[in-house]
Nanobody
């Protein structure tokens, strides 16, 4: 049974930084990409950033230049470095593994709160 374990969320002041981590327990085959989504209260879940198997990346316009996604070693880990955080970045952040075939895997979410 594959599980995605997230860590690194918390409370930070505007302008601050946080680093989210996601590690997969168990082997995952056929990964198309790994990424992070977020969901703020009353809003739909949105894709924040994704890194594909060829190491190309995607970022939502709202986080470009502020967030950086990377993969770790072993390859079933993914990080999201968040800088210059804004109150509108407040949300529950979810790790996601997108597969070439089959359903995606999801983490349980980690809360990020940006507030003074």
């Amino acid at each position: 049974q594959v599980q995605l374990v997230e860590s690194g969320g918390g409370l930070v002041q505007p302008g601050g930084s946080l680093r989210l981590s996601c590690a997969a327990s168990g082997s995952i085959f056929g990964i198309r990409g790994m990424g992070w989504y977020r969901q703020a209260p009353g809003k739909q879940r949105e894709l924040v950033a994704r890194i594909y198997r060829d190491n190309t990346t995607y970022y939502a316009d709202s986080v470009k230049g502020r967030f950086t996604i990377s993969r770790g070693n072993p390859k079933n880990t993914v990080y999201l470095q968040m800088s210059s955080l804004k109150p509108e970045d407040t949300a529950v952040y979810y790790c996601n593994v997108q597969r070439l075939v089959g359903v995606d895997f999801w983490g349980q979410g980690t809360q990020v709160t940006v507030s003074s």
